[in-house]
């Protein structure tokens, strides 16, 4: 169960964050106090998890495709869905473990509320 950060209550609501969020933010009803709750750690091994299965495949493909041309070079230009799985994959894995860590993804107080 979610307590509230400022006065510790368990009466919330949720409300659609602004910007780009994983999930709502909570307005607590006891204090006003809005945050954003931190991402759980099943949520970033998903992330490292889906990284890896990407590069998985890009690897898989490179390899299927130096098979079946008989070349040992990388086909020149590299799609741009190639591009973006490996950029994604990135960005996933390196949020996922700072996840892991304690670097990101911790709970962050938006708003604060008065009594």
Known sequence: MELCPTCQSNKYRKEVAKGVALAYNRRCQACNTVWQPACSKGLATLFILGAL?????????????????GRDRLPTPIGIIDLLVIIGGILLFRYGLGVLRGK???????????K
């Open 53 to 69: 299965a990407g590069w998985g495949y890009i690897a898989f493909a490179v390899i299927d495709w130096s098979v079946n041309t």
């Open 104 to 114: 990101c993804g911790a709970l962050t107080i938006v708003e604060t509320g008065t």
